[in-house]
T-cell receptor, first 115, second 116 residues
């Protein structure tokens, strides 16, 4: 069975500050990991994904995440927050590449960016 | 990237009526579509997986007779909430997956259902 834990349901940062959203996973097989962003009343947009290639994954909008097997983590970072980054972020794990199997989502982290 | 649409984007209905939500893949053929439910301020919960031309596979605890899923073509899946009640009010999101690599899931914009 697979699961995802996102530490911190709410994260608040100042504009221009570092963004760090935490995600830890549990998987009995090599995982494929994803970060999605959701704006109010909208669907999910893929930010980035780890599919066993490079452990440091770069995504859209300046976000990146690093897969650390020893820590079972896949934390999302962005060097400098922008007001437009305010949204809900979900980490997800899948048993196969490209999310072709079921995605299991974490509970989400709401990011607030203060001016 | 691939585009997935949902219709309607929001719907309000009376208790006891049925509501149909459509999920369409606009620029690719979706061999598999997934239906999720999202409660306010919570994560997405997978309700069912549907493959074109076959019966949907429902997750444990999801009522098959209440949430009817049809995936009749490679570009369209429908979710019908039958005899809706206020507790069915939620945000329903679909995703679609093609048959060729990379078989990534692309998400629709969601449908807000409110049952009075």
């Amino acid at each position: 069975a697979q699961s995802v834990t996102q530490l911190g349901s709410h994260v608040s940062v100042s504009e221009g500050a570092l963004v760090l959203l935490r995600c830890n996973y549990s998987s009995s097989v090599p995982p494929y990991l994803f970060w999605y962003v959701q704006y109010p009343n909208q669907g999910l947009q893929l930010l980035l994904k780890y599919t066993s290639a490079a452990t440091l994954v770069k995504g859209i909008n300046g976000f990146e995440a690093e897969f650390k097997k020893s820590e079972t983590s896949f934390h999302l970072t962005k060097p400098s927050a922008h007001m437009s980054d305010a949204a809900e972020y979900f980490c997800a794990v899948s048993a196969s590449q490209g999310g072709s199997e079921k995605l299991v989502f974490g509970k989400g982290t709401k990011l607030t960016v203060n001016p | 990237g691939a585009v997935v649409s949902q219709h309607p984007s929001w719907v309000i209905c009376k208790s006891g009526t049925s509501v149909k939500i459509e999920c369409r893949s606009l620029d690719f053929q979706a061999t598999t579509m997934f239906w999720y439910r999202q409660f306010p301020k919570q994560s997405l919960m997978l309700m069912a997986t549907s493959n074109e031309g076959s019966k949907a596979t429902y997750e444990q605890g999801v009522e098959k007779d209440k949430f009817l899923i049809n995936h009749a073509s490679l570009t369209l899946s429908t979710l019908t909430v039958t005899s809706a009640h206020p507790e069915d009010s939620s945000f329903y999101i679909c995703s679609a997956r093609g048959g060729t690599p990379p078989r990534e899931q692309f998400f629709g914009p969601g449908t807000r259902l409110t049952v009075l």
